[in-house]
C-alpha cells in the first residue's frame, strides 16, 4: 500500500472554529490532493499541489485553505468551519506522469456542529 | 460543463453472475478514464486504466468507445468481495490531471 496517511481521521468540531486537516506521504510523490465526498456527489477537488509551495485551487475551493511546505506534508484549512463542509476528506497522491493513478490515504470525516 | 454520469444502482446479482457498468461522459476532449473501487466507508482505489483498445484484467474487461462517449466496467463470474461501488473516472487532460469522478455505481453480490 501505498505510504499516505492523515490525521485526524475523525473529528467533531462546532461551526467558527478552525480546523487542519493533515496528509503525509512517504512515497515522495510531487503531487497531492485534497477532496471531500459527500452523499450524492462524486469526489469533488478542493485544492491539489504540484510541488513544494506550489498550490492550486479545484472545484470546491471556497472556504478552504491549503499549504505545503514539505514534500511528504499537505494541510488543509478550515479556517471558519461550517455546518456544510461536513463531509469525509480524502487526500490522494500520486506519481508525475501517472494522471489518474491516485492512490488515497484513508480519509478524515469531519462533523461540524 | 463537464460531467461523468453513472447508473447509481444498486445492482443486486447473485454470485457467478456476470454484470456491467457504464458510465458516460460530457467531453469529447477526455484524454484517459479509469475504474476505481471503493468499499463502504473506504477510500477509493483503482481499479484499473481504460484503454482504447479495450483492457482485461481477470475477470474484469473495460471498453471505451469515443464515438459515444461512454465506458464499460464488465465483471464476469461475481464473488462475494467483488460488492463495492465503482467509481468511472475521466481526465479531462492538463498536465496537473483534472480528473472527474463519477458518483459511483453500487454492487451487492449475494451468495
Known amino acids: 500500500d501505498a505510504g499516505i496517511t492523515q490525521s485526524p481521521r475523525h473529528k467533531v468540531t462546532e461551526t467558527g472554529t478552525p480546523v487542519t486537516l493533515r496528509c503525509h506521504q512517504t512515497e515522495n510523490h510531487r503531487y497531492m490532493y485534497w477532496y471531500r465526498q459527500d452523499p450524492g456527489h462524486g469526489l469533488r477537488l478542493i485544492h491539489y499541489?504540484?510541488?513544494?509551495?506550489?498550490?492550486d485551487k479545484g472545484e470546491v475551493s471556497d472556504g478552504y485553505s491549503v499549504s505545503r511546505s514539505k514534500t511528504e506534508d499537505f494541510l488543509l484549512t478550515l479556517e471558519s468551519a461550517t455546518s456544510s463542509q461536513t463531509s469525509v476528506y480524502f487526500c490522494?497522491?500520486?506519481?508525475?506522469?501517472?494522471?489518474?493513478?491516485?492512490?488515497f490515504g484513508e480519509g478524515s470525516r469531519l462533523t461540524v456542529l | 460543463r463537464k460531467e461523468v454520469e453513472q447508473d447509481p444502482g444498486p445492482f443486486n446479482v447473485p454470485e457467478g453472475a456476470t454484470v456491467a457498468f457504464n458510465c458516460t461522459y460530457s467531453?469529447?476532449?477526455?484524454?484517459?478514464f479509469f475504474w476505481y473501487r471503493q468499499d463502504c466507508r473506504k477510500e477509493p482505489k483503482l481499479l484499473m486504466s481504460?484503454?482504447?483498445s479495450g483492457n482485461e484484467d481477470g475477470r474484469f474487461t473495460a471498453q471505451l468507445n469515443r464515438a459515444s462517449q461512454y465506458i464499460s466496467l464488465l465483471i464476469r463470474d461475481s464473488k462475494l468481495s467483488d460488492s463495492a461501488t465503482y467509481l468511472c473516472v475521466v481526465n479531462y487532460g492538463g498536465s496537473q490531471g483534472n480528473l472527474i469522478f463519477g458518483k459511483g455505481t453500487k454492487l451487492s453480490v449475494k451468495p
Open positions: 499541489s504540484y510541488g513544494v509551495k506550489d498550490t
Open positions: 490522494a497522491i500520486r506519481e508525475a506522469g501517472r494522471t489518474g493513478e491516485l492512490f
Open positions: 481504460v484503454y482504447s
Open positions: 467531453n469529447s476532449a477526455s484524454q484517459s
